[in-house]
């Protein structure tokens, strides 16, 4: 039985994106003080948004939620990013890592779903596209961009600067 919902994972030894690149996230504390890092942060999560969120609950997820809803299950702990528990329907998950489907405002506390964002950023990049790269989706949603390509993502022309993802 395969149990995959095709989200690659970071830890993993000898498997996981770590063991086998050089590639990690952006850190929190870069997002916060560098602007460059919060325009690469932004350009490589726009870019694999669309795939992404489109991903589906496999049939563990469903599992859970199906002991969930008999009540055979209370919480449920998980430090996965991609909300496939609650799109399986899951109650009560925490979430210790946090959710790339919810943004926070670092300024001022407000939360919004990713969703939105990502059609604030369509607006302000008319015809930014990289299809071609969405198949190197990494665990969190975002995709490696060259510089270049990073450069020319427009992120200040709107107020999502200082937004971040809900992960903890």
């Known amino acids: 039985m395969k149990f ?19 590639r990690r996230p952006v850190l929190y504390q870069d997002f916060v003080k560098k602007p460059d890092a919060r325009q ?4 490589r999560n726009f870019v694999g948004w669309p795939r992404f969120s489109a991903i589906q609950p496999n049939e563990t997820h469903h599992i859970l939620a199906d002991w969930h809803q008999r009540k055979k299950l209370d919480h449920l702990v998980t430090q996965n990013v991609d909300e496939l528990h609650r799109k399986a329907g899951s109650t009560h998950c925490i979430e210790l890592h946090g959710s790339t489907h919810r943004v926070i405002c670092l300024s001022c506390g407000n939360v919004k779903p990713r969703r939105e964002l990502q059609q604030r950023f369509i607006e302000a990049n008319p015809g ?41």
């Open 128 to 168: 930014w596209q990289v299809v071609s790269l969405q198949d190197q989706l990494a665990p969190d949603g975002d995709v490696l961009l060259p510089d270049d390509l990073v450069r020319n993502f427009n992120v200040r022309a709107t107020p999502l600067t200082r937004y971040i993802s809900s992960l903890t």
């Open 40 to 43: 690469r942060y932004w350009a």
């Open 4 to 22: 995959c919902s095709n989200v690659v994972d970071y830890r993993s030894a000898g498997t996981g994106l770590y063991a086998r690149t050089s």
